[in-house]
């Protein structure tokens, strides 16, 4: 089963609009986490933000916040202002307790393209 | 925040030969690292979690006998990629979770591996 679902595989957004990128999780584990990473073409994987499931507050960085929606267990990354250099692949993972190692699983990822 | 550094970037190899792929965390001490594989246009694929000192446990699916994990040191894993075929052709990229409670994977830079 899918524990990560990113429905985008494409998204469209003019510079310096704001950019909503979904993302799905699905966890009996009441203690995880939720990252969000951005690679660009070069393969480098990024890190922009992270949700624990305790925090009680959406996490921001910046440009990038989280919209935590824990019942709907959902955390959609939205980029204000967006500028030519957040073109890129955008992938939410979920890091959890698998035997004994806490892994990160990814979804299958966003492309973002920003056009001027 | 913390470095981890991954060479080479890119190796192209004959099929048959192996393939040795390091991963170093520069400025802290990674007792667990993470690898993983991405195809073109997919998302990254945990193969297995290298643990310094103690042999790697690798994912379902992922054979150990072909894809080699050392972890000798507290900074250093290594992956060999042995008898190397055209479909292992790929992109490798190794990751670190700092110690210091930090809440994200630090990743290296990747290795597109081709093998003609």
């Known amino acids: 089963a899918q524990k990560i679902t990113q429905t985008q595989p494409g998204m469209f957004v003019q510079e310096k609009e704001a950019v909503t990128l979904d993302c799905t999780y699905d966890t009996s584990d009441p203690s995880y986490g939720l990252f969000w990473y951005k690679q660009p073409s070069s393969g480098e994987m990024i890190f922009l933000i992270y949700q624990g499931s305790y925090d009680q507050q959406n996490a921001t960085e910046g440009r990038y916040s989280l919209n935590f929606q824990k019942a709907r267990k959902s955390a959609n990354l939205v980029i204000s202002a967006s500028q030519l250099g957040d073109s890129a692949m955008y992938f939410c993972?979920?890091?959890?307790?698998?035997?004994?190692?806490?892994?990160?699983?990814f979804g299958t990822g966003t492309r973002l393209l920003v056009s001027p | 925040g913390a470095v981890v550094s991954q060479h080479p970037s890119r190796v192209i190899c004959k099929s048959g030969t192996s393939v040795k792929i390091e991963c170093r965390s520069l400025d802290f001490q990674a007792t667990t690292m993470f690898w993983y594989r991405q195809f073109p246009k997919q998302s990254l694929m945990l193969m297995a979690t290298s643990n310094e000192g103690s042999k790697a446990t690798y994912e379902q699916g992922v054979e150990k006998d072909k894809f080699l994990i050392n972890h000798a040191s507290l900074t250093l894993s290594t992956l060999t990629v042995t008898s190397a075929h055209p479909e292992d052709s790929s992109f490798y990229i190794c990751s670190a979770r700092s110690p210091q409670g930090g809440t994200e994977a630090f990743f290296g830079q990747g290795t597109r591996l081709t093998v003609v």
């Open positions: 993972a979920m890091r959890e307790l698998q035997g004994g190692f806490q892994k990160l699983v």
